[in-house]
């Protein structure tokens, strides 16, 4: 049994300290649709905050970054998903151990994943700013 957590934050901590599993959805910190928040708010983000029992620690099996509709359609979905979600994806897919601790050590990743979708035709957002902003400059991708 898991819960999904779209509560804000301390649920999760509550939910595992009943043994249950959860899957963390941090509205505040992985919504797409809020654009003011930056891919490096996304990288930061702790799915284990506050959850300091290691037993505990494993029931947290994943986490979720929602989009909702009424903000996008097919002309900005995806500057609005990417490159957001792969910093979220990252953060999640990296052991805790390996993680960087400074979101700024990210970038040069990010930026060459972001330069691969659109070289295959994914219209990723540029990593300066929040999301869905144009480029400072061009040719952020020219160089690779």
């Not at 930056?38 to 989009?67: A, D, H, R």
């Not at 897919?93 to 960087?100: N, R």
């Not at 957002?125 to 991708?141: I, K, T, W, Y």
Request: net charge neutral; with cysteine.
């Amino acid at each position: 049994m898991y819960s999904i957590l779209q509560l804000g934050g301390g649920v999760a901590q509550q939910v595992v300290a009943s043994g249950l599993r959860c899957i963390v959805s941090n509205q505040d910190k992985w919504y797409l649709h809020y654009l003011d928040t930056t891919w490096q708010v996304f990288y930061m983000n702790e799915p284990l905050t506050n959850i300091t029992n290691s037993k505990q620690q494993k029931l947290v099996i994943g986490g979720e970054v929602c989009m909702w509709g009424e903000y996008i359609d097919g002309s900005d979905i995806e500057q609005t998903i990417w490159p957001r979600a792969a910093a979220a994806a990252e953060r999640l897919w990296t052991p805790y151990d390996k993680l960087a601790k400074d979101a700024s050590e990210v970038t040069g990743r990010l930026a060459h994943f972001r330069c691969l979708l659109n070289q295959r035709g994914v219209a990723v957002a540029p990593l300066s700013g929040p999301g869905r902003v144009a480029p400072f400059e061009p040719g952020s991708c020219y160089v690779q």
